[in-house]
């Protein structure tokens, strides 16, 4: 009698227990958010001597579906350590991509691989916006560029038809995705991204190393302050190396993908789809200086939260020329001094040039920039001055 009532003991240990941990680590799995900041791009201000900074980044869930319904108060961002005034979050659907896809046709892609990827990579591409430009990388021993940056939709998908996979050739994996690296890089501007499409590992049909890059040099040019280009990996099988992938996607901003069968492909790239119409833009002003700079990001979403930090780099500031003694409109006599303050750019100034009525009154070629003007010796009615700033290259 004492043994049964020790075993109902146990077993009703047991059983609370299960009820105990269950159903706090179900809820914990429903609100985990996962945050990604894909590039950060600061330009100066048109208005005042600051930067406009867009920070573009994305959020999923705990199943790796965007979450769409994120406000101001869902984020906090900090500069340098140094908390900012987030100024609007606004989806990024609107706003034109630029995208470089890297398709894997090496000799392990032969078969439904290709066949698969194909199709998935045509339909991925025919569902992106209109002004969305696409160019078309492929590689196994070699790497060629099927397609430059273009806005023909149709072009692209034309060439993708027409490749195949080679047989028993290898994979340059790291020199195609650094390539794939230098041609995002080259655009001075906008929303971008590599999408990066391979069943296996950088290696020739010997087993020796493809690449002449290695994994380091593309996660290194992708996530240098001036280069920012988000690489997102699709690992198709078993046989990739999901380490190098995730850390390639997860150092530049990207996110990694998984297919266990190439019949998944289509659900793979559909998901892709989501996440970049799904992208969100962060505006914020900077009065940091010029240089290299780090963001903090952190999103809450049902008091679940994740971080994200991202380097970037702000550049030079334009040269910007003020008055400050005279105000539009304001009633001149006799002598006045007027007084210029040159900002910013970085440029030496050689002189400042000083006119009234397009004719010139004096050039000041040392700080403070001033020079001082008899009005009485023009005519009564509207004056305009005009203060013109020579560099060394005049």
């Known amino acids: ?62 199943a790796g579906n965007p979450i769409k319904d994120l406000t101001v108060e869902s984020f906090t961002v900090s500069e340098d350590s140094q908390q900012v005034e987030i100024e609007s979050v606004d989806p990024v659907s609107d706003e034109p991509i630029n995208l470089v896809l890297v398709l894997d046709i090496s000799g392990t ?12 990579a045509s339909n991925f591409i025919a569902g992106l916006q209109e002004d969305d430009r696409v160019a078309v990388i492929t590689f196994n021993d070699e790497i060629k560029t099927i397609i430059d940056y273009t806005t023909d939709h149709q072009a692209a998908r034309d060439q993708i038809a027409l490749v195949d996979a080679k047989r028993n050739a290898g994979t340059c994996l790291y020199d195609a995705a650094y390539q794939a ?31 002449k890059q290695t994994e380091d040099d593309v996660i290194n040019l992708a996530s240098a302050d001036g280069t920012r280009v ?42 892709l789809a989501d996440l970049l119409r799904s992208q969100y833009i962060l505006r914020y002003t900077s009065v940091a200086g010029p240089g290299a700079h780090t963001l903090a990001v952190s999103a809450n979403h049902l008091n679940a939260t994740d971080n994200d930090t991202r380097n970037f780099l702000l550049p030079a500031m334009p040269t910007r020329i003020s008055l400050t003694s005279l105000e539009d409109g304001q009633a001149v006599s006799g002598i006045e001094t007027i007084e210029v303050d040159v900002a910013g750019g970085g440029e030496l100034v050689e002189s400042v040039a000083f006119q009234v009525n397009g004719k010139t009154v004096g050039t000041d070629t040392t700080t403070p920039y001033e020079q001082d003007v008899d009005f009485s010796a023009f005519e009564e009615g509207d004056t305009e001055v005009t203060v013109i700033v020579y560099g060394t290259d005049d």
């Open 109 to 120: 892609m032969s078969g439904p691989g290709i066949a698969s990827a194909k199709e998935a």
């Open 1 to 62: 009698m004492q043994l049964k009532l020790y075993f109902k003991r146990i077993w009703l240990a047991i059983f609370i227990l299960v009820i105990i941990f269950a159903f706090p680590l179900s809820t914990s799995a429903q609100t985990s958010v996962d945050l990604a900041v894909h590039f950060v791009e600061g330009k100066p201000a048109k208005e005042q001597i600051a930067y406009d900074v867009n920070v573009y980044l994305s959020v999923v869930d705990s």
């Open 181 to 211: 690296v230098q041609m995002s890089a080259s655009l001075p501007s906008g929303r971008r991204a590599v999408v990066l499409l391979t069943d296996g590992v950088d290696e020739k049909a010997d087993r020796s190393i493809c690449s």
């Open 230 to 271: 988000p690489i997102f990996a699709l690992g198709l099988g078993s046989k990739i190396n999901e380490n190098s992938l995730g850390r390639q996607a997860s150092t530049t901003g990207g996110r990694y993908l998984h297919s266990p069968e190439s019949t998944q492909l289509g659900a793979m790239f559909n998901l």
